[in-house]
């Protein structure tokens, strides 16, 4: 746990709940941890005597049966001594990660969220425009427009005028297909660095905004090392780095099958990814070079960014690290896709992601 910082959890006197205080570093463990409830009270009991967390009012036996009686952890059924978070744990940790990355979007100032349509569409800007013909009445600004007849006619006759009206620009919002895709080879943790947490955290926010922000969106998650597989929404705390290469064709394969079959117009793919691609399957063997960049392998990847690009599926990539062979990879990438790419910092990947998530959501498929 070196370079945590807990100024905002000891030490203030406020009267925060003590549950609320230690909840939520118990979900930023639990995520550390893949879901090993025991290993993650291990460490939030050995903080507690490090900076003193609880009180003699309120300690880790108490917070402990709290969660028990919130529903939070339960049980195995099979084997009663082992723990495990509940489902409702498993929301709680989404609603989190969604707090925290739009916290970081809240206090960042690069970049702000804007789009090239505008006009009959569902999402309010606090842009206003003068009423046209065919202008729907629930997006008229009634403020600003009772405004406008008083200063054209006065108090005194008063009268309201389609000249007066004012109404409020809108974002059009589109049905969109995403997948998202999480590299779980080794490097995801190699030299002590973690890089999953990170992705988990965002992959978690990200199912959390489309539900309920964009419920009628599609959101699938596949992961990929030696091969690619899909997870559901609630498996992604409990996701772990294997003992495996980079196989980011396999990854493009599943994407676009899962995409086939979308009805939606509008289809994207996230990628997020620290290495180039080392590995690609001929039958049923694996080729694997981890030196420098394989053309083998970089010339299936990029024939299926193009494919893609063929498809109307543009690829976003969020480099977690700046290896050379890495935004190599990447640049040709993007190019052969037409697509995008950002590099980002572990601290702020979420906020990359979020960014091209919302701005993608306000564009129209003409």
């Not at 405004?147 to 007066?164: M, P, S, V, Y």
Request: charge should be positive; proline fraction near 3%.
């Amino acid at each position: 746990m070196i370079g945590w910082r807990f100024e905002d959890f000891v030490g203030d006197g406020s009267a925060q709940d003590p549950f609320e205080k230690l909840f939520k570093i118990f979900k930023e463990l639990i995520v550390h941890t893949s879901g090993d409830v025991d290993e993650a009270l291990a460490w939030l009991t050995e903080l507690d005597k490090q900076y003193q967390l609880t009180t003699e009012e309120y300690g880790m036996a108490d917070f402990i049966q709290d969660l028990k009686d919130k529903g939070y952890i339960s049980s195995d059924r099979d084997n009663p001594q082992v723990t495990n978070p509940t489902s409702k744990m498993e929301v709680a940790l989404r609603r989190q990660a969604l707090d925290d990355i739009f916290d970081q979007l809240k206090k960042s100032k690069s970049g702000n969220h804007t789009s090239k349509l505008s006009g009959q569409g569902d999402e309010y800007t606090s842009e206003l425009r003068p009423f046209s013909f065919g202008d729907k009445l629930d997006r008229i600004a009634i403020s600003e427009s009772i405004k406008n007849a008083q200063i054209n006619h006065g108090i005194d006759e008063f009268r309201l005028t389609q000249q007066d009206l004012q109404v409020h620009e809108t974002y059009f919002k589109s049905q969109t297909s995403t997948v998202l895709m999480i590299d779980i080879s080794h490097s995801m943790i190699l030299y002590g660095e973690d890089r999953i947490t990170p992705a988990k955290k965002v992959a978690m926010a990200l199912a959390e905004l489309i539900k309920t922000r964009y419920p009628k969106d599609t959101l699938d998650i596949i992961v990929f090392g030696n091969d690619s597989w899909k997870i559901e929404v609630k498996d992604l705390p409990y996701l772990q780095v294997g003992p495996y290469h980079t196989n980011t064709v396999a990854g493009l394969e599943l994407a676009m099958d899962i995409l086939r079959k979308r009805k939606n117009a509008n289809k994207q793919i996230m990628m997020i990814t620290d290495g180039k691609p080392t590995c690609i399957k001929k039958g049923k063997k694996y080729y694997k070079n981890s030196m420098g960049i394989d053309r083998t392998i970089l010339n299936r990847t990029l024939g299926l960014a193009v494919k893609c690009r063929k498809l109307n599926i543009p690829i976003t990539t969020f480099m977690i690290a700046r290896d050379p062979y890495l935004v190599s990879f990447v640049d040709q990438f993007t190019k052969a896709n037409n697509g995008k790419a950002f590099y980002s910092s572990l601290q702020g990947l979420g906020e990359f992601l979020f960014m091209d998530y919302k701005e993608n959501k306000r564009r129209r498929k003409s």
